[in-house]
């Protein structure tokens, strides 16, 4: 135990069952080291228009949604300092053509349009529509 420096879960954090979560993290912080920080990216919020789309659409979506303040919540809760918070991804993500995660692949040299009109799609709106919730967090 105690012997990991770093642990990214990158969209997993909403595919673990919410009575499921708490033992999760916890164990995530008894394998880090003092010191050690985890990284949660792209955890979809309940607040995404995509996935309100999706579901309305009957397109698949996630079956569980994480409030930004609930993804923060669950953290502290294994006393873990959450030093960094941010979200992103303000276009719909199911359309290829303008996320930006998988815009290299299909835009190749204009990749860098669709992530610069995403951000400006967040500062325009307040980050309100935006699809993921990502943190960075040490434990002490």
């Not at 008894?30 to 985890?38: A, D, I, M, S, T």
């Not at 999706?54 to 953290?75: F, K, N, W």
């Not at 951000?119 to 960075?136: E, F, M, P």
């Amino acid at each position: 135990s105690c012997s990991i420096d770093g642990i990214i879960a990158y969209a997993v954090y909403e595919h673990i069952e919410p009575n499921d979560r708490g033992m999760w993290l916890s164990e995530v912080a008894r394998c880090l080291k003092p010191g050690g920080v985890l990284l949660i990216a792209c955890c979809p919020r309940p607040e995404a228009i995509t996935e309100r789309i999706a579901r309305t659409l009957g397109l698949p979506c996630h079956d569980y949604l994480i409030s930004a303040e609930q993804l923060v919540s669950d953290v502290r809760s294994v006393t873990m300092h959450v030093e960094e918070q941010w979200l992103s991804h303000h276009l719909p993500c199911f359309l290829p053509y303008v996320s930006p995660m998988v815009a290299s692949s299909y835009l190749g040299a204009q990749a860098g349009f669709a992530s610069e009109l995403d951000d400006a799609v967040g500062r325009w709106t307040g980050s309100r529509w935006a699809h993921h919730s990502n943190l960075i967090a040490r434990k002490p």
